[in-house]
């Protein structure tokens, strides 16, 4: 764990999981790699940057990406998110473009998600480490354990919460949540591979509000 900043609420939580092999392991990788020269994203100052943007007590909604953005700058640690400066990526530009379909409103200048993440949604990526130009590389490094154990936490010990799954890998986390509790909301995923088959359309945005207002909580600026 000494290799990443995490704040408190999440860190003691999430002690035991530092302590387990399949996290030395992967610490363990990281750092052979980047001994080999190799450029692994985001910094290790952002790694957990959607959990230190979102505290555990203040989520209130959870949207699931897979590895972080394998170009050089995009990645900083939440899903979907890219610093202020730099191109919206195609999945981004859809999800703007359901979010303006659905609430009438403006298509954003900047792909800094930060402002929903203080709002306490929590861009959590899968897989929070990729190594630069290679899709994928850190999949099998045991990050997949890490973060389904945030969502069986969030699920287990809070309630009221909505989960936004956007394709069939996020799909598979509903296992999970307990859905007696939160709202879980499916679709396709915002790609433009496959953003027609069932994202457009989907009204998550909206009905996301709609659940935090009839549960007494504020609606998310989006």
Same mark, same amino acid.
């Given at each position: 764990?000494?290799?990443?900043?995490? =704040?408190?609420?999440?860190?003691?939580?999430?002690?035991?999981?530092?302590?387990?092999? %399949?996290?030395?392991?992967?610490? $363990?990788?990281? !750092?052979?790699?980047?001994?080999?020269?190799?450029? #692994?994203?985001?910094?290790?100052?952002?790694?957990?940057?959607?959990?230190?943007?979102?505290?555990?007590?203040?989520? !209130?909604?959870?949207?699931?990406?897979?590895?972080? %953005?394998?170009?050089?700058?995009?990645?900083?640690? /939440?899903?979907?998110?890219? +610093?202020?400066?730099?191109?919206? +990526?195609?999945?981004? !530009?859809?999800?703007? @473009?359901?979010?303006?379909?659905?609430?009438?409103?403006? #298509? +954003?200048?900047?792909?800094?998600?930060?402002?929903?993440? =203080?709002?306490?949604?929590?861009?959590?990526?899968?897989?929070?480490?990729?190594?630069?130009? =290679?899709?994928?590389?850190? !999949?099998? %490094?045991?990050?997949?354990?890490?973060?389904?154990?945030? #969502?069986?936490?969030?699920?287990? =010990?809070?309630?009221? $919460?909505?989960? /936004? $799954?956007?394709?069939?890998?996020?799909?598979?986390?509903?296992? /999970?949540?307990?859905?007696?509790?939160? $709202?879980?909301?499916?679709?396709?995923? +915002?790609?433009?591979?496959?953003?027609?088959?069932?994202?457009?359309?989907? @009204?998550?945005?909206?009905?996301?509000?709609? %659940?935090?207002?009839?549960?007494?909580?504020?609606?998310?600026?989006?």
């Amino acid at each position: 764990m000494d290799d990443f900043l995490l =704040e408190d609420s999440w860190s003691e939580r999430l002690q035991n999981e530092f302590s387990k092999t %399949y996290f030395k392991n992967l610490q $363990l990788k990281l !750092r052979q790699e980047k001994a080999s020269g190799a450029s #692994i994203l985001p910094d290790n100052n952002l790694v957990f940057n959607a959990l230190n943007s979102c505290f555990f007590e203040n989520v !209130r909604v959870i949207i699931l990406g897979q590895d972080p %953005y394998h170009n050089l700058g995009q990645a900083h640690g /939440l899903s979907f998110s890219v +610093p202020d400066g730099l191109a919206i +990526p195609p999945s981004l !530009r859809n999800i703007f @473009k359901e979010i303006q379909s659905d609430l009438k409103s403006t #298509i +954003p200048a900047s792909g800094n998600l930060q402002y929903w993440a =203080e709002q306490g949604v929590l861009l959590l990526n899968t897989i929070l480490t990729v190594s630069a130009n =290679e899709p994928g590389s850190h !999949r099998n %490094y045991g990050w997949a354990n890490f973060t389904d154990q945030i #969502i069986h936490m969030l699920s287990t =010990e809070r309630s009221g $919460l909505v989960f /936004l $799954l956007w394709g069939n890998f996020a799909h598979k986390k509903a296992a /999970l949540i307990d859905q007696g509790k939160h $709202l879980v909301l499916k679709a396709a995923h +915002p790609s433009p591979l496959s953003a027609y088959k069932g994202f457009f359309g989907c @009204k998550h945005f909206s009905k996301t509000n709609a %659940y935090l207002s009839k549960n007494g909580q504020k609606a998310i600026r989006w």
